[in-house]
C-alpha cells in the first residue's frame, strides 16, 4: 500500500504552493496516468531547480521537478541514461516520466527520506553509512557506459581564472568577486586547477560513468534503502572526481565548524588569530578522515578492477577535494557580502591540497 502525504508530513523547507501558474505539472501527471496533485498535500522546497511535491489524486507521492538552469534537454537525457542504466544495479528513485517541452522529470517521492546532509547535521552519519555510499558510487562508476554523455566537465572553471565574464561579473555578489581577485592573484593555485582539469581532458587512466556532482544531499536514506539522486551532471569521467567531491564534503563541514570549535575553545571576546584558525581546522579534518577512510576502502572493494588498479586514483581525488572545497567556498560567498576570515582559512584549506594532494592522501582519509 502506497502511502499518501498530508499536510502536515511535508518534509521541513517543503512551503504550500499553488500549480495555478504551472497547468502543465497537473497534464503530465494525468497523461503519466497517476493523477493530478491533491492541491491539499503538494508543496515546494527550496532549491537550484523548480520542484513540487504532493500525493497526486490517485495516492502516489511523487517529486516533480523542473530543470531551469543550464542545457535543459542535455541534463534531461543525463538522468534518463542513468535511471535506466541503473536498473537492478543502483538504488535511484523511480523515474516515472519525463516532459521534454517543459523540462520536467517526475520521480516517485520518498516521505521518510532523509538526506545525508541532514544525517550529518544531526551527528548521525555513521561509518557504516560510508561503507554504504563508497559501494553506491562504485556502482555508479561500474554502470554499463553506453550513452552516457561524453562532453567535458565544465569545473573547474578554468576560463574564469583569465578573465571572468561581463554577465558574472555584473551579477556576482562583492564576496565573490573578492574571491576571485585572490584565486587571479594566486598563480600557483591556478597553474593547479589547470592541471586538475587537464588531467580529465587528456583522459586519465580510469574513465567510468561518473555522478558528476556529488554533495552529500544527493544522498537519501529512506526505509533503510541508500538512494542515490540526482545524475543531471553525470558523464564519462574520472571516478576520482566523486570520489574527491565526498572527501571535499567532509573537509567542507570540517571548515564549516571552525568557528564553534574557536567560541567554545577562547574567551569571550576573543579574536581568533590565523594559527588559531588552521590549527583548529585541521583537527576538525582529523575527527572526520575515519568517515572519508571507510569510505574509500569499501569503494575501493566494490570498484571496477581497472579503477581499483589505478595507482594515482589517491592523489587526484585529494586534488578534487581541494578543489571541492575551493568551490564550496565560491558558493558561500556567492551569499555573502564580504569574506570572513573563516572563509579565508577554509579556502586555504583546499588551496594547500590542490598544490600538493599526494601529500595528502593519508590524512584526508584516501590512501589505498
Not at 104 to 111: A, D, G, I, N, S
Not at 172 to 177: C, F, G, H, T, V
Not at 224 to 233: A, K, Q, R, S
Not at 306 to 328: F, I, N, P, Q, T
Amino acid at each position: 500500500m502506497v502511502k499518501s502525504i498530508s499536510a502536515r508530513e511535508r518534509a521541513p523547507g517543503v512551503q504550500p504552493v499553488d500549480l495555478a501558474d504551472v497547468p502543465y505539472v497537473d497534464e503530465l501527471l494525468i497523461r503519466l496516468g497517476v493523477g493530478p496533485f491533491d492541491p491539499a498535500t503538494v508543496g515546494s522546497a527550496l532549491g537550484r531547480n523548480d520542484n513540487w511535491v504532493g500525493t497526486t489524486a490517485g495516492g502516489t507521492p511523487v517529486f516533480v521537478k523542473r530543470l531551469t538552469e543550464g542545457e535543459r534537454a542535455v541534463r534531461m537525457r543525463r538522468t534518463e541514461t542513468v535511471c535506466a542504466a541503473a536498473c537492478g544495479r543502483l538504488d535511484t528513485p523511480r523515474l516515472i516520466g519525463t516532459d521534454p517541452d517543459h523540462a520536467l522529470l517526475v520521480f516517485e517521492y520518498l516521505p521518510s527520506a532523509e538526506t545525508g546532509a541532514d544525517l550529518a547535521a544531526d551527528d548521525s552519519f555513521d561509518e557504516a553509512l560510508c561503507d554504504r555510499i563508497g559501494a553506491a558510487l562504485a556502482a555508479v562508476h561500474g554502470l554499463d557506459a553506453e550513452g552516457f554523455d561524453t562532453s567535458e566537465h565544465p569545473l573547474p572553471p578554468v576560463a574564469n581564472l583569465d578573465a571572468l565574464p561581463l554577465r558574472y561579473y555584473t551579477q556576482a555578489s562583492a564576496a565573490e568577486l573578492a574571491m576571485w581577485r585572490l584565486l587571479h592573484a594566486d598563480a600557483p593555485l591556478a597553474q593547479a586547477l589547470r592541471e586538475l582539469r587537464a588531467s580529465d581532458v587528456k583522459r586519465t587512466p580510469s574513465r567510468t560513468p561518473i555522478h558528476g556532482d556529488v554533495r552529500l544531499d544527493q544522498f537519501l536514506l529512506a526505509d533503510g534503502i541508500l538512494y542515490v539522486t540526482d545524475f543531471e551532471e553525470s558523464r564519462i569521467g574520472d571516478p576520482a572526481r566523486d570520489i574527491g567531491a565526498f572527501a571535499g564534503e567532509w573537509l567542507y563541514q570540517a571548515a564549516a565548524a571552525i568557528p564553534v570549535a574557536l567560541a567554545d575553545a577562547s574567551p569571550l571576546g576573543h579574536t581568533a588569530t590565523h594559527e588559531e584558525i588552521i590549527a583548529t581546522g585541521v583537527v576538525e579534518i582529523e575527527q572526520r578522515s575515519p568517515k572519508v577512510r571507510r569510505f574509500f576502502r569499501a569503494y575501493l572493494d566494490a570498484a571496477p578492477t581497472s579503477v581499483a588498479e589505478d595507482k594515482g586514483l589517491g592523489a587526484r581525488a585529494a586534488a578534487y577535494a581541494g578543489w571541492h572545497m575551493l568551490d564550496r567556498m565560491l558558493a558561500t560567498a556567492a551569499r555573502s557580502a564580504t569574506l570572513s576570515p573563516i572563509t579565508k582559512a577554509a579556502a586555504g584549506i583546499g588551496r594547500t591540497v590542490l598544490l600538493s594532494p599526494a601529500d595528502f592522501t593519508s590524512s584526508l582519509g584516501l590512501e589505498a
